[in-house]
């Protein structure tokens, strides 16, 4: 497979899934416009070591994920310098733990904005160049808490089940056009928006460290195990394959069997 002459937009691509899934991208042969927070000097050696290691361009864009008018013109960077947005990875997510009645509204506002609204706000950018090109894929990086839940994380849990919603919606409105859209699902990914939730999560049940990461994350996943970072790139790089033409509009599930039970 290659993806040579693509170009692929990945939000909260600094670290974790989204640098994963951008990096893959990359090495398929894809150009990339990076996107997400950090330390401006390890976002620039970010980028450069993808065009180093894999003889592609990259881009940063700063877009705020809370602002659709910098989400528009974060898709509008990749069509001016590449000529079109192929491949959207709505991959940026925000985290926090609280009890509902504690739960502060401008934490719950964020949440939606950054984990769902940031991705309708970006499909609505890119659709309209992708139906042109008779060619697009569009992968939302979901959660297992699009289809089930957990306490204490109600606005992560609404946000994420609505992604799932907007997936199904934007795959039919453009099944005719080449253009296909699905999300990923994995459970839990050790990335530093999981390992920045353990504090709270410490908190809010009264437990250890050990006991948030043994009795509450991997007590969800029969395997015992984390889903990898690369592991969830592999599966986002087969969907903008050819062999997954026929994929549209599913919630793909990769978490080690937590949603089986």
């Avoid at 390890?42 to 705020?64: C, D, H, M, Q």
């Avoid at 310098?81 to 509204?105: H, K, R, W, Y």
Wanted: glycine content about 8%; aromatic content about 6%; hydrophobic content about 45%.
């Amino acid at each position: 497979m290659t993806l040579t002459s693509k170009t692929a937009v990945v939000t909260g691509s600094t670290s974790g899934i989204g640098l994963a899934i951008a990096r893959a991208l990359a090495k398929e042969g894809a150009n990339v416009v990076l996107n997400g927070l950090g330390d401006a000097a390890e976002i620039e050696r970010t980028r450069a070591a993808i065009e180093s290691e894999f003889g592609v361009k990259a881009l940063y864009s700063p877009a705020n994920m809370l602002k659709a008018d910098e989400i528009e013109e974060m898709v509008r960077l990749g069509e001016r310098t590449f000529g079109g947005v192929d491949i959207l990875v709505n991959n940026a997510g925000i985290q926090f733990v609280s009890p509902v009645e504690d739960f502060p509204v401008e934490k719950w506002n964020q949440i939606i904005a950054i984990n769902l609204s940031s991705a309708f706000h970006a499909i609505r950018a890119a659709v309209p160049g992708m139906k042109a090109r008779k060619w697009g894929r569009i992968i939302n990086t979901a959660s297992a808490h699009s289809l089930v839940a957990s306490p204490f994380k109600s606005a992560y849990v609404a946000a994420k089940h609505g992604v799932a919603g907007l997936t199904k919606t934007v795959a039919l409105e453009v099944a005719t056009h080449g253009v296909t859209v699905n999300c990923i699902s994995p459970g839990y990914v050790w990335t530093p928006l999981v390992e920045n939730q353990i504090p709270d999560t410490m908190k809010a049940r009264g437990l250890t460290r050990e006991q948030v990461i043994n009795d509450v994350l991997l007590e969800a996943q029969p395997t015992k195990q984390f889903v990898t970072v690369d592991q969830v790139a592999a599966l986002a790089v087969f969907l903008c394959s050819d062999a997954a033409s026929q994929i549209t509009g599913t919630n793909m599930s990769m978490d080690g069997g937590w949603t089986a039970k």
